[in-house]
T-cell receptor
Framework: AQTVTQSQPEMSVQEAETVTLSCTYDTSESDYYLFWYKQPPSRQMILVIRQEAYKQQNATENRFSVNFQKAAKSFSLKISDSQLGDAAMYFCAYRRMTGTASKLTFGTGTRLQVTL | KAGVTQTPRYLIKTRGQQVTLSCSPISGHRSVSWYQQTPGQGLQFLFEYFSETQRNKGNFPGRFSGRQFSNSRSEMNVSTLELGDSALYLC?????????????FGEGSRLTVL
């Protein structure tokens, strides 16, 4: 079974600074998706960034980028120029690429605080 | 385009009762998944429906059930409620599970069992 581990329950960053959230996962499959989701206090989960395991290039979405290390099964999220609106719970998630199910396996989350 | 709509947003039940939660996916989305979110267990997959068929089920007791209608709307039901069923229940929809891999989530239904 696949597992996703986020070892940082809480992180804090100053506005305009950079922060990196860690995620490791375990799988025996070679093709899969990895995601970072953001859940603000309003609770709606929002996709931040997605990485396909077969792509060597790290995904980037504006201020958000990932460091995907397939061999190490590591998938960290870097947030540059942090903003107050980035404060939220961040969940790392895994999904198989093949098969008939769209089940996501989530980590336990990292609560990010952004301070002035 | 309207997002994923979940109703009700909040509800309070007592032990032994049953509850039905509703989810309307984004127009055109045919896959609907349900997740339970609790402080202790985190986010756990309940089940997924596509074209009115359950394609996958998580490790939950039979008290948890669901269905999908021809218009892709989905309902989940929890019977004989227990205190531990108190949670945020999230619904997510996607165009079709094989394609982009992106799920769009609703705001959830917060269930409190007393």
């Amino acid at each position: 079974a696949q597992t996703v581990t986020q070892s940082q329950p809480e992180m804090s960053v100053q506005e305009a600074e950079t922060v990196t959230l860690s995620c490791t996962y375990d799988t025996s499959e070679s093709d899969y998706y990895l995601f970072w989701y953001k859940q603000p206090p309003s609770r709606q989960m929002i996709l931040v960034i997605r990485q396909e395991a077969y792509k060597q290039q790290n995904a980037t979405e504006n201020r958000f980028s990932v460091n995907f290390q397939k061999a190490a099964k590591s998938f960290s999220l870097k947030i540059s120029d942090s903003q107050l609106g980035d404060a939220a719970m961040y969940f790392c998630a895994y999904r198989r690429m093949t098969g008939t199910a769209s089940k996501l396996t989530f980590g336990t989350g990292t609560r990010l605080q952004v301070t002035l | 385009k309207a997002g994923v709509t979940q109703t009700p947003r909040y509800l309070i039940k007592t032990r032994g009762q049953q509850v039905t939660l509703s989810c309307s996916p984004i127009s055109g989305h045919r896959s609907v998944s349900w997740y339970q979110q609790t402080p202790g267990q985190g986010l756990q997959f309940l089940f997924e429906y596509f074209s009115e068929t359950q394609r996958n089920k998580g490790n939950f007791p039979g008290r948890f059930s669901g269905r999908q209608f021809s218009n892709s709307r989905s309902e989940m039901n929890v019977s004989t409620l227990e205190l531990g069923d108190s949670a945020l229940y999230l619904c997510a929809s996607s165009l079709e599970a094989y394609n982009t891999g992106e799920l769009f989530f609703g705001e959830g239904s917060r269930l409190t069992v007393l």
